[in-house]
């Protein structure tokens, strides 16, 4: 780059960073009174914070190394697509809430009541 370039294009980034930190804050604030508001943390629930929050699935999966395939079975509570063993389901969901910035104890106790009855509504 020359000097010009430069400036131009460091001037571009503080622009574009200045946006991004605004809908990140934006969209922050909007998943508060989201996160405020849910009883019970659900399949739903969870795929809402996320994209209220503006961050793709696939993105989760690549930061805390799980499968985007049980992720996607967590937020659609496809149960069977889920392993059976329920330490690996809390694993997963302790990661997932801990990258969404949610409360991971709250997340997985309900979710894993879901999980759980369903478990026992097969036998």
Do not use: H, M
């Not at 809908?23 to 809402?48: H, M, P, T, W, Y």
């Amino acid at each position: 780059f020359t000097s010009g370039e430069s400036r131009k294009y460091s001037s571009d980034r503080l622009r574009q960073r200045r946006l991004l930190n605004y809908k990140n804050r934006v969209s922050q604030e909007q998943a508060d009174n989201f996160i405020a508001s849910i009883a019970c943390f659900n399949g739903e629930a969870l795929r809402r914070v996320r994209e209220i929050k503006q961050v793709d699935l696939s993105e989760i999966a690549k930061d805390i190394c799980v499968r985007l395939v049980y992720l996607q079975a967590i937020e659609d509570e496809n149960f069977a697509a889920l392993p059976s063993a329920t330490v690996y389901v809390k694993g997963f969901l302790q990661s997932y809430a801990k990258s969404l910035e949610l409360p991971p104890e709250k997340v997985i106790q309900d979710y894993i009541q879901l999980f759980e009855r369903w478990l026992d509504s097969r036998i």
